[in-house]
């Protein structure tokens, strides 16, 4: 009898010990990680001088409705009347109709300012982040429309589908205090 | 879902009446989130069959109406309509995806509240089955989950397998670390340094040629073009031919193709800026910036320029690692060249004067360029290459400066012996024969040191010391019988290596920068005009032949495998037997 | 064709804009004059970082709740009220992310590379169910993980799995760890987030096909109780370890148990341990020799394992995207494939050279090589512990809760009659 309490005695200490360890442990960890860890939030976004405007964010996000969203830095757009993100590459005639529209949804909406000036803008909710207007506007214009993570209807996923699909590896995790990795004029 | 509803009501009966209702909402449920369930999936599937479609149709019609046979305008109202029909399907089926996940979520809910009422209800306290036989069972029970266990084991096995079948792609250039080094048998087939093996200008190999000539291309397999000068010896290894070129502005490593002599790859180095404030370093026009001969080990080739960096890369060009060194404070610019040792690389990094107390012998790591070890050396510039000499107690390296000749031992830089015998502009190497090393002195004297020494040997190691004008360029030949000097101005002298005496004296009218080779027993002296003068040292000096290349001859060539390398002063030229095409 | 034309003089123009940062712009801004106001690009804001501090909060009231549940009011309705309200907490209004088990990744990533900084929140989401089932059994498992909630949910009609066929399959969830551990440690790909498969239940959208393994793991949990949580999850792994050595547990009744044999069918998890008895004398010293077998097997295991892991590196780095792309960019050079897919385009693109991507690749690849000997050492490890663990007990006499297995459901309370006086004599102590 008295050596099975002794057993049991030695049995309950290691199990304090290890108890103990990993105690010890944890709080290592969480030494560790306080070392390497960031007060804000990371979110997902694309850099635009990385995208090529490959497609995989309309196909590749969780939703249904892709969180990225093309945009419109207006600093840099040269407000053509041949917009090479709005027309197709063979429109016949410079308008807004539909054969001669390079997006799909319309998205897209030209506004006129003054002669020969035009304002393109993105309707976001119609936008599907196909990029076709991107890849047109960095060929053959001045690349003021790209693509980007739109915050409102991300959820952040811990890992993004479309960042695992994207050829380029221009997903990037941003601070929560910088969201958008919008191109700048002197950079353009 | 419906097998386990059935399964409920099966058993159901008699439970009272909230059963029945909790078994009807379960099957509302069910057949509630199938319907929406359906509906979804089609709706997803016709949407994506008929989107695909449209999409595909939109796409030819806007190629068609570029095509100057069709009717613009018609086919353009076609596509505006097309085109709204296709923003109209779209949306509505996005939404209804969305309504019908919730509604199917919703229904799934009442479906599993609805089984779980039920099962709430008909659950009842269930009699234990009688006891199975204790200890049997249990041994069985662990048998069982060993097998299992091991049997998980193999599984894993077979899929490693399995997965080990299919074909990788081996796109890696780069070789794994390789440390191992070159056997002595291995060296002394190839010319890894200045002056080949131990740096003693030697070589037994009859297919040596003794005739050649530039002008009529006779007896020279190739010649290429070197595109950056310098003043540094070729070193073969293999199939593979060395140079290093260096200009203010460019440092290069060339590999040659032995067989044929193209031009295989080029490395760059780069080059130290001076610092903030410093002058930018110029050196000495007859130094130039390579003067120093690489080496290599057969894994790797070693460079270093006269300011002091140092790179090492593999034989397909890559560029391992660079050290950078630090500006050599040298007057006449920086000269020694490199040695290596099993896989080490060994630097005499002579500088200054003794008193400044800067100079060291250093060892770096071939495959990383981590230093291995550092010897100070209490002595000032000098312009001579150390050898690692094979005596009779082991390797020793040899390094010979003003005004000690010291002797290394090569692991791990320990100091074996030192000799204080030399002053001045030490710019002849060291070479080792027969328990001797014999050193040379500027225009004044010549020493022999026996190597079996420890400690300072200054006063009991010296064999002979005669004070005869002495190379202040060219480095010396010796063997068991005699020793060989020859003076930038052509005048030649012989010693007999037992004791120092004058065997002969001759004045070969040429100038040298070359140092000279001993092949098959007959001294090879390269003038500076490129001629190759080919005469018997023994017993009396007499001149065989010359071999007139038409290129100035600043390097001193390398004999390797019945082929001379020579450096002109433009092109390298691999001189050898027609027949003898192996590398 | 013609998408073919367009895309390669794409590329052309990307790679042209993306090497010279200088380049100019093709068609300079007009200047208006007049009362043109130029609008200025939207950045829609994210949700503020105090949700997900909120977020940690509510964990941490959930697991405070959750161990007072267990432990001390031992109430299976209580619990599984707090389980639902966490799955639609943690579920349908967090929408899944981050959750504790796809964290691990994040903190191995944060181990391994110096460059990437945990989120303190997600720090927080690894940590407190630990420390949690530390001090209070799996508490988290119990009535805080959507995951499990909403598998517990589906649970109707539990078959019991056989031991071997469970100790068998746990092996499963020590492998999704590990390859988890590696592709995490080698920046290639969060494993357990990409193949999880109920969050798109709580987005409601997502990958088709993960929708469908989700749907499967659902249906087979209709008759095997969490079937993701007991073979798969790879938190549960180490929830299972620390929960061996918890100070305070869930037990079928704090009181003592009488051999009533009720509880026996309570578990839908396998994880009530019937009494054992001692080993019968004829097997004992054959049971002997088998433990110093095993115990000695051990090592070779796990150098067999470790080098079976680095054999793999070729197979396991192609979850690598550079990797991956090295590879493409190599069969494309050598002509073993036709044509050009996204990525060659896009690296093509960059202007770096192929050399520098091969080299970068083995570098990679060099790592899983380590990362193979390690992580299959442990799996050797693993198997080794695991074949002398069901060889091996002690003498038992009660019926109780299996130390690691109890997720700590409090489904076999109501089963035990001594539960039943008990409960009985706290009301009457308390009127």
């Known amino acids: 009898m008295a050596e099975k309490n002794e057993n049991v005695n030695r049995r309950q200490l290691l199990k304090k010990s290890c108890f103990g360890g990993c105690l010890v442990g944890l709080g290592g960890l969480a030494g560790f990680l306080s070392g390497r860890s960031r007060a804000g939030d990371t979110l997902w976004q694309i850099d635009p001088y990385k995208c090529i405007a490959c497609g995989n964010c309309e196909t590749h996000c969780v939703l249904e409705n892709s969180a990225v969203k093309c945009v419109q830095v207006y600093e840099l757009c040269g407000y053509c009347d041949y917009c090479p993100g709005f027309h197709e590459p063979t429109a016949l005639a410079l308008d807004t109709g539909a054969e001669n529209e390079l997006c799909p949804t319309g998205a897209i909406k030209r506004k006129f300012v003054s002669e020969p000036y035009f304002q393109y803008d993105i309707d976001e909710a119609l936008c599907i982040a196909c990029g076709k207007c991107v890849k047109g506007c960095a060929a053959f214009g001045n690349g003021s429309l790209f693509l980007q993570v739109r915050h409102d209807r991300c959820l952040n996923c811990n890992e993004c589908s479309i960042a695992a699909a994207c050829p380029s590896g221009a997903f990037t995790r941003v601070p929560s205090d910088k969201p958008y990795l919008l191109k700048k004029v002197d950079n353009a | 879902m419906m097998a386990s509803d059935n399964n409920e009501s099966g058993s159901g009966k008699g439970l009272g009446p909230w059963f029945g209702s909790a078994i009807a909402t379960a099957l509302v449920g069910a057949v509630f989130s199938i319907v929406i369930l359906t509906l979804i999936v089609a709706n997803y599937v016709q949407g994506r069959i008929r989107e695909t479609g449209f999409e595909k149709r939109l796409e030819n019609m806007k190629i068609e109406i570029t095509k100057d046979s069709v009717d613009k305008e018609t086919l353009a109202d076609e596509i505006r309509l097309f085109d709204l029909e296709f923003r109209e399907s779209r949306l509505p089926r996005a939404d209804f995806t969305r309504t019908g996940g919730y509604l199917l979520l919703g229904a799934l809910a009442v479906f599993v509240l609805g089984v779980k009422w039920a099962d709430i209800i008909r659950k009842k306290v269930q009699v234990p089955q009688p006891m199975q036989a204790g200890a049997g069972e249990q041994v069985r029970q662990a048998a069982l989950a060993r097998w299992s266990v091991a049997g998980a084991l193999i599984v894993a096995g077979i899929v490693v397998v399995f997965l080990l079948v299919v074909p990788d792609v081996d796109f890696s250039t780069e070789d794994k670390v390789d440390d191992s080094y070159p056997t002595w048998a291995e060296i002394s087939r190839n010319w890894h340094r200045f002056r080949g093996p131990q740096g003693a200008g030697i070589i037994t190999d009859p297919n040596i040629p003794d005739d050649w000539e530039g002008k009529t291309g006779k007896g020279i397999l190739w010649k290429t073009p070197v595109p950056v000068v310098g003043d540094n010896s070729p070193v073969v290894w293999g199939d593979r031919v060395f140079l290093s070129g260096g200009d203010p502005n460019v440092y290069k490593v060339f590999c040659f193709d032995a067989l044929g002599g193209t031009l295989l790859w080029t490395g760059d180095v780069e080059r130290t800026k001076p610092k903030p404030g410093e002058d930018e370093f110029e050196v000495m026009e007859d130094t130039g910036y390579a003067a120093c001969t690489m080496a290599t080990d057969g894994r790797r080739v070693y460079v270093i320029f006269t300011t002091g960096d140092v790179a090492c890369f593999d034989f397909k060009g890559r560029k391992l690692w660079t050290k950078p060194l630090g500006l050599p404070d040298n007057v006449y610019g920086y000269a020694s060249s490199l040695e290596t040792y099993r896989n080490m690389l060994l630097i005499q990094f002579d500088q200054a004067d003794a008193e400044s107390e800067i100079s060291k012998l250093i060892a770096l790591d071939g495959p990383t360029g981590r230093i291995v070890w550092e010897a100070k050396r209490p002595v000032g510039n000098s312009w001579s290459t150390p050898i690692l000499a094979q005596t ?3 390797s020793q390296i040899i390094a010979a400066a003003d005004p000690w000749v010291i002797a290394y031992e090569p692991n791990s830089g320990d100091e074996i012996w030192r000799a204080e015998c030399l002053a001045g502009d030490i710019a002849s190497s060291p070479i080792y024969a027969n328990g001797m090393t014999f050193v040379i002195e500027p225009y004044s004297k010549i020493a022999a040191i026996k190597t079996d020494g420890k400690g300072d040997v200054t006063k009991t190691h010296i064999a002979w010391s005669v004070d005869e004008p002495g190379p202040d360029i060219c480095s010396p030949i010796g063997n068991d019988k005699f020793v060989f000097i020859l003076n930038s101005d ?12 004058t065997l002969w004296e001759e004045d070969i009218r040429a100038d040298f920068l070359a140092s000279p080779s001993l092949v098959n027993g007959k001294l090879y002296l390269l003038t500076e005009k490129g001629v190759m003068i080919i005469a018997e040292p023994m017993p009396k000096y007499r001149e065989l032949t010359r071999c007139e290349l038409g290129e100035k001859c600043h390097a001193s060539p390398a004999f390797v495998n019945g082929r001379i390398y020579i450096r002109g002063a433009d092109n390298l030229y ?5 027949t003898s095409d192996r590398p | 064709m013609r998408r073919l034309f367009y895309i390669l003089i794409a590329t052309a123009v990307l790679s042209a804009l993306c090497v010279s940062a200088s380049a100019e712009m093709r068609f300079p801004p007009p200047e208006f004059e007049g009362d043109y106001v130029m609008p200025t690009t939207t950045t829609p804001h994210p949700h503020p970082d105090i949700y997900e501090y909120v977020d940690v909060a509510v964990l941490a009231a959930a697991l405070s709740l959750a161990s007072y549940l267990t432990l001390k009011l031992r109430s299976r309705r209580a619990i599984f009220v707090l389980m639902m309200l966490s799955l639609i907490y943690f579920g349908y209004w967090r929408k899944g992310c981050v959750c504790p088990i796809g964290a691990i990744q994040n903190i191995i990533l944060s181990i391994f590379d110096s460059t990437y900084t945990v989120p303190i929140t997600v720090s927080l989401f690894f940590l407190l169910p630990l420390v949690f089932t530390l001090f209070f059994g799996r508490v988290f498992c119990a009535a805080v993980c959507p995951l499990g909630a909403i598998q517990d949910m589906v649970l109707v009609r539990p078959v019991s799995v056989p031991y071997w066929l469970a100790a068998g399959l746990r092996l499963l969830a020590y492998l999704y760890l590990t390859l988890a551990v590696l592709f995490a440690a080698t920046g ?24 469908i393994i989700g749907l499967c793991f659902l249906l087979v949990g209709l008759f095997v109780g969490r079937p993701y949580c007991r073979f798969f999850c790879p938190y549960g792994v180490i ?17 003592e148990c009488i051999q009533c044999r009720l509880c026996e069918e309570a578990c839908p998890f396998g994880a009530i341990r019937r009494p054992a008895v001692e080993w019968p004398a004829v097997e004992y010293a054959k049971a002997r020799r088998r433990i110093a077998f095993l115990i000695l097997l051990i090592p070779v295991l796990i150098a067999l394992c470790g080098w079976g892991g680095s054999l793999l590196k070729n197979v396991t780095s192609r979850m690598h995207p550079t990797v991956r792309l090295a590879e493409r960019i190599y069969l494309e050079e050598a002509g073993e494939v036709e044509g050009v897919t996204d990525p060659s385009t896009a690296f093509r693109a960059t202007g770096r050279t192929i050399e520098d991507l091969y080299d970068e690749a083995s570098v990679i690849r060099e790592k899983f090589v380590t990362a193979g000997w390690v992580l299959g ?15 091996v007990w002690r003498k038992r006499t009660d019926y109780e809760a299996d130390r690691a297995g109890c997720i700590a459901c409090g489904r076999c309370f109501k089963y035990c009659p001594r539960e039943h006086v008990r409960l009985e004599k706290n009301k009457q102590e308390i009127s």
């Open chain 2, 392 to 394: 009779e107690t082991g």
């Open chain 3, 188 to 211: 290639s790909a969060f494993l357990i987030c990409r193949y999880d498969p109920f969050v798109a239940f709580f987005r409601l959208s997502g990958n088709v096909n993960m929708l």
């Open chain 3, 239 to 255: 929830l299972r370890q620390l929960s061996r050595l918890s100070k305070w547990r869930v037990t079928i009744t704090p009181d």
């Open chain 2, 490 to 501: 052509g005048l030649a002298l012989c010693f007999d290596a037992a004791d120092g005496k």
């Open chain 2, 574 to 578: 691999c001189i050898g037997k027609e």
């Open chain 3, 377 to 391: 050492g442990f799996m050797g490890l693993v198997i080794g512990l695991k074949l002398g663990a069901v060889s």
